[in-house]
């Protein structure tokens, strides 16, 4: 049996709009005109204080009525910052860890991943999401740990995986190339144009990805760009219509 699956990726900053605004219903918006089962988030707060002391996830979540995971890869005392998978199916979570770092002046920054399998009807799907460094040594260092034994590499991670987040790094560089080596880059479904994702207001980097495995079948692939992605954060969402079989 065959089924469709509607997956984003979007990076909120901190839900903190163009406007320097911060707004959780904003960001909640988007997700919700768009309607997606999966949605993988980076850039979330819990408990700082420059975001009201809130758990940004759980109100996103709560809101759009979904479950969801959340890891924090900053840690600072009781405030933390990390990246979150909300979705519409049941959730079981598979692991959750900090990514390498180097020695590097933009290495200022931890960095992690985090990994569920989400039930979705009859199949399972797992779903990666992570958010890469500013340092192109360290986002080499991570990218060859997501491809390892502990994530991507897993034996258990082969079959129906979807992989998204904020790489950081535009599509011709070699982080790119060795994802794409392993997962299919969804935004090259068909004749798809490769629409860049930041700025949000005057976009001229692609910088957010979703890629698949080869069982997975890619129906359509979009960057919404409106009134109110232009505002709601820094980064545009990227959207997969998804057929699972």
Excluded at 19 to 41: C, T, W, Y
Excluded at 203 to 230: E, G, K, M, N, Q
Aim: charged share 25%.
């Amino acid at each position: 049996m065959t089924q469709r699956l509607r997956v984003m990726t979007y990076n909120a900053h901190s839900c903190v709009g163009t406007d320097g605004e911060l707004s959780h219903a904003r960001i909640a918006e988007v997700i919700a005109v768009h309607d997606p089962d999966i949605v993988a988030i980076q850039e979330l707060d819990l408990a700082r204080m420059r975001s009201g002391r809130l758990d940004q996830a759980a109100v996103i979540a709560e809101q759009l009525r979904m479950r969801f995971h959340f890891h924090p890869a900053l840690r600072v005392k009781e405030e933390m910052y990390g990246d979150a998978i909300l979705s519409k199916f049941p959730l079981k979570l598979r692991h959750a860890g900090e990514l390498p770092t180097v020695k590097a002046r933009l290495a200022f920054e931890p960095r992690g991943a985090l990994w569920v399998t989400a039930q979705c009807g009859e199949h399972e799907v797992q779903v990666l999401n992570t958010h890469l460094g500013l340092s192109g040594r360290e986002r080499a260092a991570q990218m060859k740990a997501l491809l390892g034994d502990e994530w991507l590499g897993n034996p258990q991670c082969q079959e129906r995986v979807i992989f998204c987040g904020d790489l950081n790094t535009p599509p011709w560089s070699p982080v790119y190339r060795q994802c794409a080596a392993r997962l299919r880059d969804a935004a090259r479904h068909g004749m798809s144009r490769l629409r860049r994702t930041f700025p949000s207001r005057f976009p001229f980097l692609r910088l957010d990805y979703l890629f698949v495995s080869a069982d997975i079948r890619v129906l359509d692939v979009s960057v919404p760009r409106t009134p109110l992605t232009r505002l709601a954060s820094d980064h545009l969402p990227v959207i997969a219509d998804l057929e699972l079989s």
